[in-house]
């Protein structure tokens, strides 16, 4: 199976900072990483397919890259709505398989 | 608008059997795969199982083979998760989900439906 590892796993930020968390796979998984944010007693979100690719609705602050084994998601301007936890998600191959997620909150 | 909404969730006892429902509406049902995901309380999601369109192909975490069984109805728009011999330990909030049309990229999720496994 693809681990997918997280970094870091918490997160203390200010409203107007920007933010990376990174995503490595065990193995290359070409571009096939998406991103997802879940807040507090909700399902998650789709923010990021294919490493770059922005989830039509998803504001422009979040932004992907990366490919083969190592990934980031960045947002530009931290907004207040956007303190919640992220993952990282492998499509390549089955087993599917997430990270660990990382808890952005508010400093 | 997409909307997918679980159903049969509940409290299990160690042993017994649940089958969830995901009813799904706004898309056409049947030209989209579907997946179920858990997270047991405080953690990570889990990819559980997936199912081609029309049912030919399934998925499954090697951890819950066997024991778990996705299917869907077309006719109905519904997709399910059949849970035999349940553990303590298959305790979660599952989430049915559709997969984006590139693949296992899974563009909209219900609300979820909580399964309790305990004596």
């Known amino acids: 199976d693809i681990q997918m590892t997280q970094s870091p796993s918490s997160l203390s930020a200010s409203v107007g900072d920007r933010v990376t968390i990174t995503c490595r796979a065990s193995?290359?998984?070409?571009?096939?990483l998406n991103w997802y944010q879940q807040k507090p007693g909700k399902a998650p979100k789709l923010l990021i397919y294919?490493?770059?690719y922005l989830q039509s609705g998803v504001p422009s602050r979040f932004s992907g890259s990366g490919s083969g084994t190592d990934f980031t998601l960045t947002i530009s301007s931290l907004q207040p709505e956007d303190f919640a936890t992220y993952y990282c998600?492998?499509?390549?191959?089955?087993?599917?398989?997430f990270g660990r997620g990382t808890r952005l909150e508010i400093k | 608008e997409v909307q997918l909404v679980e159903s049969g969730g509940g409290l299990v006892q160690p042993g017994g059997s649940l089958r969830l429902t995901c009813a799904a509406s706004g898309f056409s049902f049947s030209t989209y795969s579907m997946t179920w995901v858990r997270q047991a309380a405080g953690r990570g999601l889990e990819w559980v199982a997936n199912i081609k369109q029309d049912g030919s192909e399934t998925f499954y975490v090697d951890s819950l083979k066997g024991r778990f069984t996705i299917s869907r109805d077309n006719a109905k728009n519904s997709l399910y998760l059949q849970m035999y011999s349940l553990r303590v330990e298959d305790t979660a909030i599952y989430y049915c989900a559709r997969n984006f049309y590139l693949g296992m990229v899974f563009d909209h999720w219900g609300q979820g439906a909580l399964v309790t496994v305990s004596s």
């Open positions: 193995q290359t998984i070409s571009s096939n």
């Open positions: 998600q492998q499509s390549y191959t089955t087993p599917i398989t």
């Open positions: 294919i490493a770059s």
